[in-house]
Every structure is written in C-alpha cells, then in structure tokens.
C-alpha cells in the first residue's frame, strides 16, 4: 500500500509539470509506472536492460538504480533549478554513473557542452553506450574520478550490483570491491573546461575536493552548483559548516533540501548554490 501511495504521489508531481506538455508529461508517468513495476519484480537483477526515457534510449544494468535516478533526476528534476541566458552552457556532470544526468541536461539545454566523469568501468561503458546509441554531440567522457590531485586511487564498488549509487572512494560507504582508478585533479580541469554549470555527486568526495576548488580559485567559473553532500557519512562529526562557509567565501548563495529518519546517522543534502546577479 505505501509503495501505491508513493506511486500516485509522483504522477501527480508529473501532471503537475505545467511547464512540460501534455505528451511529455503522459510519456514520463508511462516510464515511471514501467520502471516501479520492473524494479519490484525483479530486485535483485542487473543484467543489462533497455528504458525508453523521453527521445532517449537509456542502457542500464537492471531496473533498480535506473527507476531510482529517473525519480531523482526527470520526476523531481532535481538538477531543474539550473537557468542559463541560452541553451549552450559549458556543464560539468561530475560522479555522472550511466549517463542520467547527462541526458537529462542535454534534454533541457539541447546545445550544451558537456564534460561528463564516471570512475567505475561499468558504469562508465553505459555511461558511453547512452551517449554514443542516442547520438549525442558536444559530450565528452572521462573514465575519472574527481580528486584534489592527479593518481591512481583506491574505489569501492559492488560486483552483485554494478553502477551501484553508492560506489566511493571511501571504503565505508559500500566496502565489497576494492579496484583501482585514475583521478583527475579537479581544481585544474574546473580552470581549463571553464563551467558555467557544476553537478556534483561523488559520495563524500566532494569534502577532499571543493578545498583545493577554492585555493585555486576554480570557483569564479561558476554561476551554479547542485551538490550531493555526504552528511556525517562513515559516522563522521558534522562538518557542514565547513561547505557553506566555502561557498559563502566564494560568493555563493544557496538553499538546502534534505530529511532524516534517526537522530545521528548520514544524510544525503542537496545543496543548490547560486551566485546573485
């Protein structure tokens, strides 16, 4: 019953998409309902399947993290707050995993520039798969992760369900897998590609990352930031402060989303940081 009433909730988001046409909006329900069906039935699976998202046809390894980044990422558009003067802004889609993000930003600035990083292999190949199938132009693709300084660098991901959400450079958040990536220093791809856009989501990296962004003042680039922050991710002391104040010095406005069910463990918030005009 609550998975029902769940369910409703999110078409009523959907009809309630008065922006989005009436054709665009019957055709994300149609792709909601086929996705919470798939994900029940079959849990467990990550054999790879075919989702019709929008124009899209999106790769993925089985329906469980796809139904989940279609609610994020095209029901609550969470990356929907970013506004640009035209549709051709520089976007850097960071922790980018199969490409839904990805998608979702082209689809709402057609003649955008993409730079879009994903460390793990598997999800990078998808990643490359949903790109290259649905003929995406102006998009390039690192198989790296985001770091303070270029390397080779420890990551855990899980080989039961690969492109797993959780994949991370810290062994607590999913301690299964542990292979080695290549990292980028971040700070100096941030001054050289130039963003007007940032989305950011690398599982409690971004603590080790947005430092070395400010030092280098990496940050003037940016008019836009949606961030996924880790709170008190491994069981760590609340450090938010430390972020906000970052983006405060950096000249950033921001608003923050995010619940919790138990006083002292982790939480995921979505910070939206903006630079007033």
């Keep these: 019953m609550k998975k029902i009433v769940r369910i409703l909730g999110l078409i009523q988001i959907i009809k309630q998409k008065k922006h989005l046409s009436s054709h665009i909006r019957r055709q994300l329900i149609k792709t909601l309902l086929?996705?919470?069906?798939?994900?029940?039935?079959?849990?467990?699976s990550s054999d790879p399947v075919v989702v019709n998202i929008l124009h899209y046809k999106v790769n993925a390894y089985g329906y469980g993290n796809i139904c989940i980044l279609f609610r994020e990422i095209f029901v609550h558009e969470e990356y929907g707050y970013f506004n640009y003067k035209n549709d051709d802004p520089v976007i850097v889609d960071c922790g980018a995993n199969i490409g839904i993000a990805t998608l979702y930003l082209k689809w709402k600035f057609p003649n955008a520039v993409i730079h879009s990083l994903e460390p793990d292999p598997s999800a990078f190949a998808m990643l490359q798969k949903n790109i290259v199938n649905n003929n995406l132009q102006d998009i390039n693709l690192?198989?790296?992760?985001?770091?303070?300084?270029?390397?080779?660098?420890?990551?855990f991901?899980?080989?039961?369900?690969?492109?797993?959400?959780?994949?991370?450079?810290?062994?607590?958040?999913?301690?299964?897998?542990?292979?080695?990536?290549?990292?980028?220093?971040?700070?100096?791809?941030?001054?050289?590609?130039?963003?007007?856009?940032?989305?950011i989501d690398i599982e409690g990296a971004?603590?080790?990352?947005?430092?070395?962004?400010?030092?280098t003042n990496a940050l003037k680039h940016l008019d836009q930031i949606t961030m996924e922050y880790h709170h008190k991710i491994d069981g760590e002391k609340s450090d938010l402060s430390e972020m906000l104040c970052l983006l405060e010095r950096s000249g950033f406005e921001y608003n923050l989303v995010t619940q919790f069910?138990?006083?002292?463990?982790?939480?995921?918030?979505?910070?939206?940081?903006?630079?007033?005009?």
Excluded: C, H, W
């Excluded at 086929?34 to 467990?44: A, C, G, H, I």
């Excluded at 080695?180 to 590609?193: P, R």
């Design 261 to 277: 069910n138990t006083i002292g463990k982790f939480q995921d918030v979505l910070i939206y940081a903006y630079k007033s005009k």
């Design 157 to 199: 991901i899980s080989p039961e369900n690969k492109a797993s959400l959780m994949m991370s450079t810290l062994q607590g958040r999913l301690d299964k897998e542990r292979i080695t990536v290549k990292g980028i220093d971040f700070s100096a791809f941030i001054n050289q590609v130039k963003p007007a856009l940032l989305k």
């Design 34 to 44: 086929f996705l919470e069906y798939k994900s029940y039935v079959l849990p467990d």
């Design 206 to 215: 971004e603590k080790k990352v947005f430092p070395k962004l400010e030092q």
């Design 142 to 155: 690192y198989n790296n992760a985001a770091m303070p300084q270029e390397g080779e660098l420890d990551f």
